[in-house]
C-alpha cells in the first residue's frame, strides 16, 4: 500500500522469508522486495504451474520492482501465460509494467492480465482515484499484455467462479470482499487458496467493510483450506493449521469490536474523562519504545518510529485539559483517531493511521447497528502527544445498551 496491510496487536519478530522458495513443486514464492510496517517482510507474489505454462498471482510496489522483476525473470521456467491480480492496492500492482516491459525485451509472449473489476470504481475514482481502475488502466497504455475486451479492457476482468489454467494448473476465483471491494481469493484443486490481503500470514489486516469482511473470513473457513498462501508473512503448512489461523482471524475481530464497545461505553458512563484516559497511556508510553507502541508491543513497528514515540511521549505535556469536561457537547464522544489511540492504547503515529481503516469498518458496523452515533463536536487533534488543534469533528458516541464496566 501503502496503506493495506496493518499488524494492529504487533506480529511480534517477523518469520525470516527467502526470496525465492519452491513452496511446492507447481508453486513458487517470490518476495516483493518492499519490506515496510504496512507490507511485513513484503508483498508475496508466487509463480504457479511448469515448463507447459504458468500462472503469476500479483506483482509488487513500483518502487521495488527492478529487483523483483529479476528475481521473477529467473524464478520462471516456462512461458508465462497470466498474471492474475487479487486487489487493487499499489504494492499488488506497482511492478506490473515493468514486468511486462521485462517480459516483451526477453522475447516472452505477451501474457493475459486478470483483475476483478472495483464493485465500488464510482467511489474510489473520487476518494482514492489512484486505487481505481481507470487510473491502473492509464499506467497500462501501450503496455506489452494480450489484450482482453470488457468493462476493464484491456485487463481482463474476474467473476467470483471464474476459472484461469494453465496445463495441469486451474485456479477457481473467490471472491471475498472486505479488505477493498475488489479483493479476491484464488483455490487450487489441491484446496490450496491464495487470499491476497484478506488473511496475512503474520498479524492481521485492514479492511474497509466489516460485515463483508467477516462473511469472507466464514467462506474461507467453509472452504476448509488445505495450505493458505498469503500476500504477506508465511503460508499455512497445512488444513489443520489454516482452519485454526481462520477461527483465530475471527475471534480477534469479534474481541477487537468488543473492546471498542467497551472503551466508548467507559466514555460515555464518565463524561469527559476521555483526556485524563489519554494522559495515561501517554504516561506510559514514557517507559519504553515497546510501552509507548502499546500492547503488541515495538517487534512490529519499526525500530525508528518507536524511538520517536518514546520521545514524544517523554517531550509532552498533559492534554487532558484541551478536552471537552463536564456533561457538555463531545464529552461523551471521540474522534476516530483519539478513539484509536484508546483502544490500541499507543502513540505510534504510524499505527495509528494503519489503525484508522479497521475501525472505522467497526464504528460504520457499529453505527448501522444503531450502537453508535455519528455527530459534529469541537474536539482537539492530538499528533505526537501535543494538541495541535481544536476543531469541528466529526465524532462517535456511544448510544447502545450500556453495561457495568
Known sequence: MAVQQATMNGPGKLAELPNTAKLTPNVTRVLGQNPSLMTLQGTNTYILGDADGQILIDTTSEETAGPWVDLVVSALSGPLDHIVLTHRHPDHVGGLVPLLSALKARGNPAPTVWKMPNPDEGEIAVDRPEWSDGHLLKTLSGAYLKP??????????????????????????????????????????????????????????????????MGSLRRLLDIKPAVIYPAHGPHTPDGETARKHLQAYIQHRQEREDKIVAAMQAISADPGSLGVKLDAIREHAKASPDAAVGPGGAGGAGAEMAKRAVEAARNSSPIASSFPAGDVAGSRSATLALLCRLVYATGHEGLIRAASFPMGGHLQKLESEGRVKRSRAVMPTVVDWKVTESSEQDVYEWVGESSAL
Not at 492481521?204 to 460485515?211: C, G, Y
Open 148 to 213: 482482453a475486451s470488457g468493462p476493464i479492457a484491456p485487463l481482463a476482468a474476474l467473476r467470483d467462479g471464474d476459472k484461469v489454467s494453465v496445463p495441469g494448473m486451474t485456479i477457481t476465483v473467490v471472491h471475498t470482499p472486505g479488505h477493498t471491494a475488489d479483493s479476491i481469493s484464488f483455490l487450487t484443486d489441491a484446496g490450496e487458496v491464495f487470499t491476497g490481503d484478506t488473511v496475512l500470514g503474520q498479524g492481521t489486516t485492514i479492511f474497509t467493510d466489516f460485515a463483508a469482511y
